[in-house]
């Protein structure tokens, strides 16, 4: 059995898909930006992350400070989000099986940490958060690296294509949902170890020893 889960935060954890989009679009004139149109989320949500800045005519080259732009106002509008329902029992669960679980993700500690405070739900091993967009493989192997885990121990599980394919690079078992940004569609072109349609799965993966 492994010994520590890691889960993403946004789309995986928490239901902010529609904050992520409201922010974007608020944003999106300033950055020179396409703003997302409801009837097309589904649509961008087939296409990988660089297809979908590529589709939103998202300037790379503005991406680090409209990324930081918005992580301010996510802290803002935190308390109004929620957890993804039938999560939190699944991580007691985890918890009750002597499993270590964490968080790894991109969005900004402070946010995190609010929103777990918020929730009453502060019980996690680790909160690990790093930006960089497009390196999740090296920042899995930087957590593995200064949290002295071993590659073999962990699950990560995430919500994006990206995630899968971070995981591959560094040998580390992926899990994906299918509740979160990209579609199942996406996700199953990333060939994930596991694919999970509903939280309580999660929980069942690793009671029965398949991870």
Same mark, same amino acid.
């Given at each position: *059995?492994?010994?520590?889960?890691?889960?993403?935060?946004?789309?995986?954890?928490?239901?902010?898909?529609?904050? $992520?989009?409201?922010?974007?679009?608020?944003?999106?004139?300033?950055?020179?930006?396409?703003?997302?149109?409801?009837?097309?989320?589904?649509?961008?949500?087939?296409? !990988?992350?660089? +297809?979908?800045?590529?589709?939103?005519?998202?300037?790379?080259?503005? %991406?680090?400070?409209?990324?930081?732009?918005?992580?301010?106002?996510?802290?803002?509008?935190?308390?109004?989000? !929620?957890?993804?329902?039938?999560?939190?029992?699944?991580?007691?669960?985890? #918890?009750? *099986?002597?499993?270590?679980?964490?968080?790894?993700?991109?969005? &900004?500690? @402070? !946010?995190?940490?609010?929103? %777990?405070?918020? !929730?009453?739900?502060?019980?996690?091993?680790?909160?690990?958060? $790093? @930006?960089? %967009?497009?390196? #999740? +493989?090296? $920042?899995?192997?930087? *957590?593995? #690296?200064? /949290?002295?885990?071993?590659?073999?121990?962990?699950?990560?599980?995430?919500?994006?294509?990206?995630?899968?394919? &971070?995981?591959?690079?560094?040998?580390?078992?992926?899990?994906?949902?299918?509740?979160?940004?990209?579609?199942?569609?996406?996700? /199953? #072109?990333?060939?994930? +170890?596991?694919?999970?349609?509903?939280?309580?799965?999660? &929980?069942?993966?690793?009671?029965?020893?398949?991870?």
């Amino acid at each position: *059995m492994k010994k520590v889960i890691v889960f993403d935060f946004d789309g995986t954890l928490v239901h902010s898909r529609p904050l $992520a989009i409201q922010i974007f679009n608020e944003l999106a004139e300033k950055y020179g930006c396409t703003k997302i149109e409801e009837h097309l989320v589904e649509e961008y949500a087939k296409l !990988n992350i660089r +297809d979908r800045l590529k589709a939103l005519k998202c300037p790379i080259h503005k %991406l680090p400070r409209l990324l930081l732009d918005a992580r301010k106002r996510y802290k803002s509008s935190v308390v109004g989000l !929620n957890l993804i329902s039938g999560i939190e029992d699944v991580l007691r669960t985890l #918890k009750q *099986m002597n499993i270590r679980i964490g968080i790894l993700s991109s969005n &900004a500690e @402070s !946010n995190i940490r609010h929103f %777990l405070q918020l !929730n009453g739900i502060e019980f996690f091993d680790y909160v690990y958060c $790093a @930006s960089n %967009l497009f390196g #999740k +493989d090296k $920042a899995i192997a930087k *957590m593995v #690296k200064e /949290l002295s885990l071993k590659t073999e121990d962990v699950v990560y599980v995430g919500d994006e294509i990206r995630d899968i394919e &971070a995981c591959k690079k560094v040998n580390v078992t992926s899990v994906a949902v299918i509740w979160g940004y990209d579609s199942e569609e996406l996700i /199953l #072109k990333g060939k994930p +170890d596991f694919i999970v349609h509903h939280p309580e799965e999660i &929980a069942r993966i690793v009671q029965g020893g398949n991870i």
